[in-house]
């Protein structure tokens, strides 16, 4: 797409703008779009949703193939989020994944979350780890002939694998604070369309 | 007009904090999905409810973690006004004040901390304090959300870390950002340039109030673009480097300014003072503009004499939500522009300085 001003330069800077109800869109180069920067910057259109929807809108495969995809859970079309940037919920980035990740590296740079970790999570990332931990003490134990030892690492194995299907560190049953209709709350599929 | 009847005490208003003179106030926000909910915008009446009543009684456990005693308002059960004081004041969204459906508000008693409840994403966790002070606003929210965290369910996934409704969230969901006041590079004409490089840097600029077409104020607001990958402790980091760069050009760009030309400094100071103190009828663009020009006279020493927080302040009462807050009743512009006037008069005469009087 070239540049609404110029005509020359491909436009990189997506503009939409609703006022009254009537909406107006511009499509700029970096070059054309800095003699308007003083609007960008202070325009709530000028968001980074926009950005985003201007990216994907770049990014969209032809219709009949990723514009019909789903989001399993809720229902969300992926051809809704690529025009408003805005994903239904958390299941979406499983079933957009590979649609995702490119847009991804693209705004992000890295595809690796490398910040906190709620102590939920943190725990049962924890659990993970003893688990291994025990296995390798487990099969030492084996090749040392130890059976007896290798006896006791094999239930404590199994406690632990226990608690972790129970769902430990999510609070496996509904703890304290989950919601009181639970998980079933928001069943897939039935969530009212925006 | 002596204190502020219907406007309630706002921290970062105040002013202070580590160098105050340029930054107005620094802004950490979190933002956090529950797992068992669809995100806010799928998000029906009920379940918005649901979730409303949930944090009511996480708030009682907030108010126990002695960060303040903590309130939860429903955007329904708040007047338009008492909404858009909040966006005034930068402790909501103006989308939220309009999710009368769903959205509700929680807020500590300084307003330092505030939670938004359904707007983009379940929980917006805010901390604004004055001053360049992020990491300190960072250490709060972060308190703020292990608290909640013992009581909800996170949507976080190992890899792509806390799970928003945007992409551009994802992972440490974490916004910061820091409102500075930068007049010597807008009147150097250096302020487009730079900032306009700040998205190579993964930086973001925005006015303060989205609604304007110019640099009301000369106030920016300047926040970190990527969530995913770094640390929260790496991106404040970065954002404070930004920072610190953009307030020694600033600073720079002042000296040149008023080496260069020290009258025409003075006189724009002067003049800004001159109106404000004497105006009798005002506009909110009119009176942010001067404000900027009589707080570059208050750092530049050419205004000793007034203290410097009168600019926090007055550049959010002025807003029309807060000027009719402050008269207990709806006000048409007129009537806005007399009060503002008034307003401006009177809370300078209180700014000056004890000595001088």
């Known amino acids: ?194 | 007009m002596t204190a502020n009847p219907g406007v309630q005490r706002v921290r970062w208003m105040e002013g202070g904090g580590p160098a105050a003179d340029l930054v107005l106030s620094s802004r950490i926000r979190l933002a956090r999905n529950l797992e068992d909910y669809p995100f806010p915008t799928l998000l029906g009446p009920e379940q918005g409810q649901e979730i409303i009543r949930l944090m009511e009684g996480v708030t009682e456990h907030l108010s126990a973690a002695g960060l303040g005693r903590f309130t939860l308002l429903r955007m329904a059960d708040l007047s338009p006004l008492d909404r858009r004081v909040l966006v005034e004041q930068h402790l909501i969204s103006p989308q939220h004040a309009r999710n009368a459906a769903t959205g509700a508000v929680i807020l500590n008693d300084d307003r330092s901390i505030s939670i938004m409840v359904n707007e983009e994403d379940h929980l917006r966790i805010q901390c604004l304090l004055g001053g360049l002070q992020l990491h300190e606003a960072w250490a709060v929210a972060t308190r703020v959300d292990d608290v909640i965290e013992a009581h909800v369910r996170y949507a976080f996934d190992d890899e792509r870390g806390y799970l928003t409704t945007c992409p551009t969230n994802l992972g440490t969901g974490i916004r910061a950002s820091v409102m500075v006041h930068l007049p010597g590079l807008v009147l150097a004409r250096q302020a487009g340039r730079l900032l306009s490089q700040l998205g190579k840097v993964g930086m973001v600029v925005r006015g303060l109030y989205g609604e304007g077409t110019e640099a009301l104020g000369n106030v920016f607001q300047v926040s970190n673009q990527i969530t995913l990958g770094p640390s929260e402790e790496e991106l404040i980091d970065n954002l404070i480097g930004f920072t610190r760069q953009l307030l020694d050009q600033e600073r720079s760009a002042r000296e040149r300014l008023y080496r260069e030309n020290e009258d025409g400094v003075k006189d724009r100071v002067m003049r800004a003072y001159g109106l404000l103190t004497n105006a009798w009828t005002i506009s909110s663009e009119e009176a942010i503009r001067l404000l900027s020009d009589l707080r570059l006279g208050i750092d530049l020493n050419v205004l000793s004499h007034v203290r410097p927080e009168v600019f926090n302040e007055l550049i959010v009462l002025t807003r029309p939500a807060c000027l009719q807050k402050l008269a207990g009743k709806e006000l048409d512009a007129r009537e806005r522009d007399l009060l503002r006037a008034r307003l401006i008069r009177e809370r300078i005469a209180a700014a000056l300085r004890k000595t001088t009087q």
Not at chain 1, 17 to 38: S, V
Not at chain 1, 120 to 135: I, K, P
Request: charged residues 25%.
């Open chain 1, 1 to 194: 797409m070239l540049c609404d001003e110029c005509g020359q330069r491909k436009a990189t800077v997506h503009l939409t703008q609703i006022i009254n109800g009537k909406k107006t869109e511009r499509h700029l180069c970096a070059h054309c779009a800095q003699r308007h920067e003083h609007e960008f910057f202070f325009e709530p259109q000028f968001s980074i949703h926009n950005l985003l929807a201007g990216l994907l809108e770049g990014w969209q495969p032809p219709a009949g193939t990723v514009q019909d995809l789903r989001c399993s859970r809720c229902g969300l079309r992926y051809r809704e989020f690529a025009r408003t940037g805005l994903l239904g919920c958390s299941h979406c980035y499983d079933d957009f994944r590979q649609q995702l990740e490119p847009v991804l590296r693209r705004i992000q740079g890295q595809v690796r979350h490398g910040g906190k970790v709620p102590s939920r999570a943190g725990s049962r990332v924890q659990l993970g780890r003893q688990l291994e931990q025990l296995r390798a003490r487990l099969r030492e134990a084996v090749a040392r002939e130890e059976y007896e030892e290798a006896a006791r690492l094999r239930d404590q194995i199994r406690q632990l694998e226990q608690r972790v299907r129970a769902g430990e560190g999510w609070a496996g049953t509904a703890g304290p604070g989950a919601p009181p209709g639970g998980p079933g709350s928001a069943p897939p599929g039935t969530a009212p369309g925006r």
